[in-house]
């Protein structure tokens, strides 16, 4: 029987890290927030490169070859909207430096994009990505209706005033569609497109539209689901990634079929949960790494109040600090129950309750909370002080703007993580 003797990890985190090289099974979870967010992530990667993490990817082969152990190297990738076409990429085999190429030079400055028709278990070169790829109109191949005829759909049912009347002028789903991004990774990135070809486990979130659930896929023996969550086994990689990115309002939703042939509608991958942290614990992993970009603005001289920048940048304060305090109570949960499972276990000692007993309370309880006693968990995330990276552009391929940003998550991973000890 297991033992959840949770004491004894109740010590500091400098300690914890002094032990990271033990773990076993290490998850990368990325989250989005559009371009910026997925430079963000490249720039946290370099970090923990430096730091001597291995991020492993490709064929089954190729994994197995070249990454047989597994001290610090990610094996488990989650991802969801920009983050998906990071741990896609990543999973895919593709080194950082070839990730950094293709954004950096996707904007057109002096390449001439390739097809990639590489088979290669380890591909080495990455096609630059361009608006192109990243934005294509919504005018959706086979649907009955294009961009402007969208004005003409369906009546909403409910009646009532401004709101209304804004539901009856603007019935476009989307101006964008994800579609050119399905191509570029399915044509250029994953040239297999399965999650069963990959050597390491990829896991990328979605939301269902028309349903109130999030939606994992991966590789999975069948399609399981309750009402909060559904493991789907039926998408290619680049129809889940594309899913995943359709970021209300400015993309579609994007539709895939199941195994029965059935059309459902997908959404971006944050709207139920903005780090998907249990997806990689649930799966196995011991360690979880997590990088988010979302960081509200906090006041300093140099650039003063966010009432003098107008309307966007007040929106962008109000929805990070809405996200933000998603991911605060969702750490904020985890550290709750580990503490409650903690405190139990130690009265339960003081009183001196068979050890049988003891444990089997233990079990109940991590099993009632869904609680992994040996998953540690590190998050990423700009810091407060970085107006730069606050106002940085969400979907601009300026090779300057990204190198800021690339350095940011740099500077992020390595704040984060500087003050343990590997």
């Given amino acids: 029987m297991p033992r959840y003797d949770l004491t ?4 500091s985190q400098r300690i914890l890290f002094m032990r990271l090289r033990e773990k076993k099974r290490v998850a990368l979870v990325l989250s989005g927030g559009g371009v910026k967010a997925a430079a963000f992530h490249i720039g946290v990667c370099i970090g923990l490169r430096e730091l001597g993490f291995r991020f492993a990817g490709g064929s089954h082969e190729h994994v197995t070859n070249v990454y047989s152990g597994n001290e610090l190297t990610f094996k488990t990738y989650v991802g969801s909207s920009a983050g998906s076409v ?3 990429f990543l999973a895919a085999g593709y080194d950082i430096d070839s990730i950094v190429d293709a954004f950096m030079q996707g904007a057109g400055h002096g390449v001439t994009p390739k097809r990639n028709k590489r088979r290669d278990p380890s591909p080495s070169f990455l096609r630059p990505i361009g608006y192109r790829d990243l934005f ?3 005018v959706h191949a086979g649907h009955p209706t294009r961009i402007f005829s969208g004005f003409f759909k369906k009546t909403p049912v409910i009646s009532g005033g401004i709101e209304v009347l804004l539901k009856r002028g603007f019935k476009v789903n989307g101006i964008f569609s994800t579609s050119n991004l399905e191509k570029y990774l399915r044509e250029n990135a994953h040239p297999e497109n399965t999650f069963k070809s990959l050597g390491v486990k990829l896991y990328v979130v979605a939301t269902q539209l028309n349903h109130s659930r999030k939606v994992v896929f991966g590789d999975f023996n069948e399609t399981t689901k309750d009402e909060q969550i559904k493991y789907a086994h039926f998408a290619t990689v680049s129809q889940a990634v594309a899913a995943s990115a359709a970021l209300p309002p400015f993309f579609a939703p994007y539709p895939i079929q199941d195994d029965r042939g059935r059309e459902h ?10 780090l998907s942290t249990h997806v990689a614990a649930d799966h196995g992993a011991d360690l979880i790494v997590a990088s988010y970009s979302i960081q509200p603005y906090h006041f300093n001289k140099e650039i003063g109040s966010l009432h003098e920048y107008g309307m966007p940048a007040i929106f962008n304060q109000a929805l990070y600090q809405v996200v933000q305090q998603k991911i605060i109570n969702h750490i904020r949960t985890q550290k709750m129950i580990k503490n409650l499972i903690g405190t139990v276990d130690g009265y339960l000692k003081e009183a001196n309750l068979p050890n049988e007993h003891r444990e089997k309370l233990l079990e109940i309880l991590v ?10 968990y590190l998050y990423i995330h700009p810091a407060p002080q970085d107006y730069e990276m606050f106002f940085a552009d969400h979907f601009s391929l300026n090779p300057e703007i990204l190198a800021k940003t690339v350095r940011a998550g740099f500077r992020a991973a390595m704040t984060s993580l500087r003050k343990y000890t590997i």
């Fill in 8 to 11: 004894s990890q109740m010590t």
């Fill in 86 to 88: 990071i741990a896609t």
């Fill in 136 to 138: 294509s109109l919504n």
């Fill in 265 to 274: 509608w997908y959404f971006d991958g944050e709207i139920r949960d903005t």
């Fill in 367 to 376: 099993s009632k909370t869904n609680f992994k006693p040996d998953a540690e």
